[in-house]
Structures are given as C-alpha cells and as structure tokens.
C-alpha cells in the first residue's frame, strides 16, 4: 500500500474521531474568561507555552508542531511542555480551545497560532488581549487586522507571499505542457489567505499562456480525500481534456495522484503543489510530481513560539519593534527536480538547527496589502 493511502485512511479516522469528540461536548470547552475586563502584566515568569494549529497527521502542521517542540527543548523542558491544541479545521474549535486555556492559565499563556481561516483571526486575538496573555499568529488574519493596535499582546504575525511562487509553480505546469492544453485546479479553504494567494499567482500565469485553459478550479480545503473526490469528478466530466493538474498544497496532490492511479494515468498528466512535504519532494524526485515550495514550517513553528514566549517574559517589548518586525513574511524555497536532492539532505535528512532567539533573520519584509 502506497503511503498516500495510509494517508488517505489516517485522515478518515481522525475525522471521525474529531465527530464523535464533538458528539460528547469534548470540542468546546470555556467561553467565561472573556467577559472579565483587560489584565495588564509587564511579563509573566514561566507562561504555558501553546501551539494552535489544523491537523498533526498532515506533513506540513507536524513540521510546525516539530519546531515549537525544538523551540520548547531549547527552554529545557521536555517536548511534552509545549500545550498542543488541534483544531482539526475548525474555527469555532480553535476559539473555544484558545479560550479554555486562557481560563485555566489565567493568562499566564505564550500562545502561536494559525486561526484556520482569516474571520477567526479577530476574536482569538482579542480574548488573548483581554487576559493580558501573548500571542503570535501566522497565515490567516483579515488585512484590518494589526499587531501594532494590541500593544504588546499581539506580538506578532507572519505569513508567506505565495502569490509570486504559485505563480512559478503554475509557469513550470504550463511549460512541460508545451504551452497550451487545459488544466483543473484544487484549491484550500476558500476564506485562508494562503488559498486565496495561490489561486491569485495560478491567474497571473494564466494571463501570460492564452492557449492553456482553466477547466474549473474547487475548493477542496487542503484535504486529501476531498481532492481525491474532486480528481475523481473532473476525470469523468473532462476525460482527456485534462493536460495538467495545479494543486494549491502538497497533501490535495496526494489525492490527486491516487485519482490518476485509480485510472490508470498516474504519471501521465504533470502536476505542481506547494508546501514542500517531505512525501512531495520524493514525488519530485520520482517524476510524479513537476515542483512545490517550501515554506520552512519547522523554523515558522519554532519562532512563532519563540516570538510569544520571549514578549510574555518581558525579554523584548514588542511596541518598541518596527512594524517589519511585527508583520512580516516568511521564506520560501522552490523545489524542482533540479533542487530536490539537496532540499532533502539540508531540510528533511538532517534536522536544521536554528537560533530561536534570531525572530526576523530569514524572513523577507513587512507584509504589504
């Protein structure tokens, strides 16, 4: 069995774990602690340090999870210190999970957190502010949403401009297509900045090869099976037509190529991805899949925990920083077969080694809208 169906049968079986947890009330905990009015702290000594993220069964969110597990180590404390709430793609999970341990915490909590989609980015920022705790936050906020307006709470935000590499990933597609043909698209979940970005850098590529068609382009919110539907769909309503697939992460190619191998194509219709997966730079390697990018989650989950951790103990001030240190872009890193032997030796062979107390050193800039 190929490990993309493990994969494809490890997500069943969260999902339906997660169901039967909501079945028992076991997904949203406290809600009280908001109503009390703003604590105000210089620092907190020793805050409970957490993580917020989707799913730790997806390659990309274990990767986080793994840097803020070597961002905790670096601490001293076991692996085991770092709080790790999971929200499994929901948004009123992340909040409610948030908000139940800013009550057990009292506050006293460093949190790093990807809200799931940009709406939740709001409340989960000001219940924090509200019990005076730190929090630091990546991919999905609105654009009128600002560190810099929550004093020293809201640390900070970092997210990728995918728009520029998606767009490279796209123009590789329709290169090894010869210019012209027709393509599907699966995109993520359509309120997330990252989804919205990649579909945004597939239309400018679009724009500069008139002779390649967009067939249609779902939503299939980063998830295997989902894509693995909608591959399948669009293989019976296009046939043949298809020449070539854009994938907005690494994990919907997954499904995709499992679709294509179902009918006998895998390997014939080229496909690009993004999130630089350790399975997906083996696709690479193997010819399955054309390219994806990096985004270096290991450091993005260390240094987000890191930037919270150290505000919460008062060793910087983060009203003092410069807005490019309080809204930034992270790195990326395209990956072609050209680059995905030594990607693998630097990134997934061996484990990167990274100076948590370095916040800014390889991100790209102030976020611009």
């Given at each position: 069995m190929s490990f993309i169906k493990n994969f494809i049968e490890q997500e069943t079986l969260n999902r339906r774990n997660f169901l039967l947890a909501s079945a028992l009330g076991l997904g949203g905990a406290a809600a009280a602690s908001l109503a009390r009015p703003s604590i105000a702290r210089a620092s907190i000594a020793d805050p409970t340090i957490a993580w917020s993220y989707r799913d730790r069964t997806n390659p990309y969110w274990?990767?986080?999870?793994?840097?803020?597990?070597?961002?905790?180590?670096?601490?001293?404390?076991?692996?085991?210190?770092?709080?790790?709430?999971?929200?499994?793609?929901?948004?009123?999970?992340?909040?409610?999970?948030?908000?139940?341990?800013?009550?057990?915490?009292?506050?006293?909590?460093?949190?790093?957190?990807?809200?799931?989609?940009?709406?939740?980015?709001?409340?989960?920022?000001?219940?924090?502010?509200?019990?005076?705790?730190?929090?630091?936050?990546?991919?999905?906020?609105?654009?009128?949403?600002?560190?810099?307006?929550?004093?020293?709470n809201y640390v900070s935000h970092m997210t990728w401009s995918d728009v520029g590499p998606s767009e490279q990933t796209a123009t590789i597609l329709f290169k090894a297509m010869g210019g012209k043909g027709a393509i599907v698209g699966l995109g993520g979940i359509a309120s997330n900045n990252p989804a919205i970005e990649r579909r945004h850098g597939l239309d400018n590529a679009l724009k500069n090869y008139p002779d390649i068609k967009l067939l249609d382009y779902q939503a299939a919110d980063w998830?295997?099976?989902?894509?693995?539907?909608?591959?399948?769909?669009?293989?019976?309503?296009?046939?043949?037509?298809?020449?070539?697939?854009?994938?907005?992460?690494?994990?919907?190619?997954?499904?995709?190529?499992?679709?294509?191998?179902?009918?006998?194509?895998?390997?014939?219709?080229?496909?690009?991805?993004?999130?630089?997966?350790?399975?997906?730079?083996?696709?690479?390697?193997?010819?399955?899949?054309?390219?994806?990018?990096?985004?270096?989650?290991y450091w993005g989950g260390g240094v987000t925990a890191a930037l919270a951790y150290y505000a919460a103990i008062g060793a910087f001030k983060p009203s003092q920083e410069p807005r490019e240190h309080r809204e930034f872009y992270g790195p990326t890193i395209l990956i072609t077969k050209a680059e995905a032997e030594d990607f693998?030796?630097?990134?997934?062979?061996?484990?990167?080694?990274?100076?948590?107390?370095?916040?800014?050193?390889?991100?790209?800039?102030?976020?611009?809208?």
């Open positions: 274990n990767a986080i999870a793994s840097g803020g597990e070597a961002f905790v180590e670096s601490l001293g404390k076991p692996k085991s210190a770092l709080v790790q709430l999971i929200n499994e793609g929901s948004s009123e999970k992340s909040l409610s999970d948030v908000k139940a341990l800013l009550g057990k915490t009292d506050g006293r909590l460093a949190l790093a957190i990807d809200a799931n989609d940009s709406p939740n980015g709001r409340p989960v920022v000001e219940a924090v502010a509200a019990k005076g705790a730190y929090v630091s936050t990546i991919w999905n906020k609105t654009d009128d949403l600002h560190p810099w307006d929550f004093g020293d998830d295997t099976q989902k894509a693995n539907a909608i591959m399948a769909s669009y293989l019976t309503r296009f046939g043949d037509q298809i020449t070539g697939v854009f994938c907005a992460n690494d994990t919907m190619a997954y499904g995709v190529i499992e679709a294509l191998r179902a009918e006998g194509l895998a390997g014939q219709i080229p496909i690009v991805a993004y999130d630089g997966n350790a399975q997906a730079v083996d696709l690479v390697l193997a010819g399955d899949l054309l390219a994806t990018v990096s985004t270096n989650p693998k030796k630097k990134y997934i062979q061996s484990t990167p080694s990274y100076n948590w107390k370095d916040f800014w050193g390889p991100s790209k800039g102030q976020i611009m809208y």
